[in-house]
C-alpha cells in the first residue's frame, strides 16, 4: 500500500517560510499526492493536491520531486493560525482509500 | 456556503444504546466516507460510498453500520455502541473521480467532527 512519512514535528518563526518535507517513496504513476492540515480537534482542512507538476495557490506551494518520491509543502510566510497538523497522504492505487499518517505538527513561534 | 455537516458534535452514551451521527452535504458530491480519529492511530477509515445505494466497507467496519438512501446524506450508526468505539468521528465528501476508476483527483472535503464518549 502507498505510504507516506512525515517528521513528527517542526518549528518555524513567524513570517519564514515553512517548508515541510513527505516521503512517498511507493507512490504509483497516477496518484496524486494530497495535503491537509488539522487545528486542534477540527476536521481536516484540504490545502493543496498534484500529480507530478508544482503547483501554487493562495495558501501555499507544492514541490514534488521528479521521481515523485516525496514533495515539500511550502507554506511562504507562516502566520501564528498555521500552527497545526499537517498531513501528506496519497490514495491507495485501485481503491477508494486514503492513507492519513499521523501527519507533522507545525509550530509557529512568535 | 459548500460544506459537510455533521451532528452532534458531542454526544455521550451507554454501552448498548444505539445512536446515529448524521452527515449532509450540499455539493452534490457522489462519494462520502467515514472515519474515526484516536490518538497515535491517526484517521482511520469506516465505511465509504460511492454513490446513492453503493457502499462499502474501509479499514474499520465493525460493529458500524452505514446507508445511502439520497446522495446528500450518509448516516453513521452504531446499533450497539462499546467503550472502544469512543473516538472522534469525521464525515468527508468529494466530487467523485473525475472519470477512469483508478484516477480522479477530487480532495475530501471534511465535516467538524463528532466526539463520541460511551460509557
Known amino acids: 500500500d502507498a505510504k507516506t512519512t512525515q517528521p513528527p514535528s517542526m518549528d518555524c518563526a513567524e513570517g519564514r517560510a515553512a517548508n515541510l518535507p513527505c516521503n512517498h517513496s511507493?507512490?504509483?504513476?497516477?496518484?496524486?499526492v494530497y495535503w491537509y492540515r488539522q487545528i486542534h480537534s477540527q476536521g481536516p482542512q484540504y490545502i493543496i493536491h498534484g500529480l507530478k507538476n508544482n503547483e501554487t495557490n493562495e495558501m501555499a506551494s507544492l514541490i514534488i520531486t521528479e521521481d515523485r518520491k516525496s514533495s515539500t509543502l511550502i507554506l511562504p510566510h507562516a502566520t501564528l493560525r498555521d500552527t497545526a497538523v499537517y498531513y501528506c497522504i496519497v490514495r491507495v492505487s485501485g481503491t477508494y482509500k486514503y492513507i492519513f499518517g499521523t501527519g507533522t505538527r507545525l509550530k509557529v513561534l512568535a | 456556503e459548500a460544506q459537510v455537516t455533521q451532528n452532534p458534535r458531542y454526544l455521550i452514551t451507554v454501552t448498548g444504546k444505539k445512536l446515529t451521527v448524521t452527515c449532509s452535504q450540499n455539493m452534490n458530491h457522489e462519494y462520502m466516507s467515514w472515519y474515526r480519529q484516536d490518538p497515535g492511530l491517526g484517521l482511520r477509515q469506516i465505511y465509504y460510498s460511492m454513490n446513492v445505494e453503493v457502499t462499502d466497507k474501509g479499514d474499520v467496519p465493525e460493529g458500524y453500520k452505514v446507508s445511502r438512501k439520497e446522495k446528500r446524506n450518509f448516516p453513521l450508526i452504531l446499533e450497539s455502541p462499546s467503550p472502544n468505539q469512543t473516538s472522534l468521528y469525521f464525515c468527508a465528501s468529494s466530487l467523485g473521480w473525475g472519470g477512469s476508476r483508478n484516477t480522479g483527483n477530487s480532495p475530501l472535503h471534511f465535516g467538524n467532527g463528532t466526539r463520541l464518549t460511551v460509557t
Open positions: 511507493t507512490i504509483s504513476g497516477n496518484e496524486y
